[in-house]
C-alpha cells in the first residue's frame, strides 16, 4: 500500500530533533534507515503527523571500541557491523548474530537504534543487547538517560522510550578473550525473521566450568529475555553433553511462546531448546 | 518538497510528497518504469535500486531521502541496444521467466558481484535469498550470476561507456 501522507524533517542537531519530536506529542516518528518503519506506514500500522529524519544528525554512525567495551552509534547499519574487521575479536557474539540480520538490501539500510526503538521481539539485535547487558542510552526534551537492556523492552513493538526521545547509542560491555558463545537460529529463510533463536556465552572458572553463563532467546515471547533457570544450570558445571541436555531441557520449561502462522506455540517450545542446545554445542566446542 | 539527488548519472530535481517513495519517484515522476514493484513492503526484492553503489529496496527509502545520493537502476547499468555481461548470463542461462523480477536479480546481482567478485554459489544464494522469483526459477539465476563473476574480476561487468 502507498504510505500515509505526513510532514518530514530533517534536522541538522540531536536538540532540534528533539524539540520536533517533543512539539508533536507522540504524533511523530523518528526514522533512522526506516527498514522497519516504512513497511508499517505501508501496512498503515503506524501513521505519523510528522516524521524526523535522524539522517543528517552528526556522529550517531561511529562504531567505537575501547576497554569498556563496544559502542555502537545508533545509526550503525548491519552492514558497518559486518565491515568493521575489529569486531570479530571485539564482539563475535554480535556479529554472529547481525549475519542472521535481515537480507542483503535491508543490511545496507537498517540501523541498530532503529531495530531497538522498534522492538520486534523476534529480531536479533534486541535480543543481543537483552542477553549482554547492554545499556541503550538516550537523549530527550528532560536531558540524556542510559537505560538498561533488561528495562528497555515492555512487550512487542514497545519500549520505555518516551515520545520525544532518540536513541544515541548502544553499550556492550566489554568481552574478554576466551569466552565461549554460540548464536543459532531458525528461520524459514536466511534474513527471514526468527522462529526461535539463542544466544549464549560463558566465561570459564578455575575449575573449567562456566562462569557468568547468559542465555538469551529471541522470538518465544513479547520480548527477549534472559533465562536465569538455564544459567543455574550451567553456572559452576562443566558444559558437557549432560549439562547441555538439561540446559535445553530447562530451557523448554522457562518459556511462554507465542502462536502464530509459522509454528505453534509447542514447536517454538521445543525448537528454543535445541537452539539453546546447539549454541551451547558450538560454545564449548 | 523539492528533492534534487543523481539518477543513471544524471542530476534530477524533483517536486514530490513527503510519503513518496524512491521506487514511486522513479516510476511515476522520472518515467523510469524498470524498477519493478511487487510487494511495496520491503519483501520482495523487485525494486532494488543501487544507491551509492549499494543495493537497497527503492520502496523502504523515501524520495526525499535520496537528497544527494546517487542513483543507479536497472536502466543505468546497460546501454539501449548493449546488455552488460550480468544481463548476457542471464540470458544464457534463461534465468527468467515472466521477467518480474528481473531488475532486482539484476541490479541485486550486479551489487555484489562489484564487491564480491569471487563469491560462491552459497553466497549468491544468500543475498538473493531477499528477492522473490514467483516464477521459481531460481536455479538458472544463480547459475547466471555464477557465470557472470568472471566479468566482474576483468572489470566492473558495465558495459562501456555508460555511467551508472
Redesign the interface.
Known sequence: MKLPAFEYACPTTLAEAVTLLAAHDGEAKAIAGGQSLVPMLAFRIASPSLLVDLRKLPGLDAIRIDDSGVRLGAMVRWRDILDDARLVRAHPLLVAAVRHVAHYQIRNRGTVGGSIAHADPAAEMPGIVVACDAEIAVTGKAGARVIPANEFFVGALTTTLAPDEIITEIRLPAWPAGRRFGFEEFALRRGDFAIAAAAVFYDQDSAGGAANAHVGVIGVGDRPARLAPVEAVLNGARVDADVIARAAAATSAAVEPPEDIHASAAYRRSLVGTMVERALLAAAA | ?ATTFEVNGRTVEVEV?????LA?CLREVLRLTGTHLGC???VC?AC?VL?DG????S????A??A?GRSVTTIEGLSSDDELTPLQQSFRKHHALQCGFCTPGMIT?AH??LSEEPDCDADRVR??L??NICRCTGYISIVEAVLDARSAYRKGDGKTEGKPG
Open positions: 518538497m510528497e513527503p510519503r513518496m517513495t514511486d511495496e513492503h520491503g526484492g532494488t544507491v549499494e543495493a537497497v529496496r520502496c523502504l527509502i523515501l526525499v531521502q537528497e541485486t551489487a555484489l544468500e543475498v535469498s531477499g
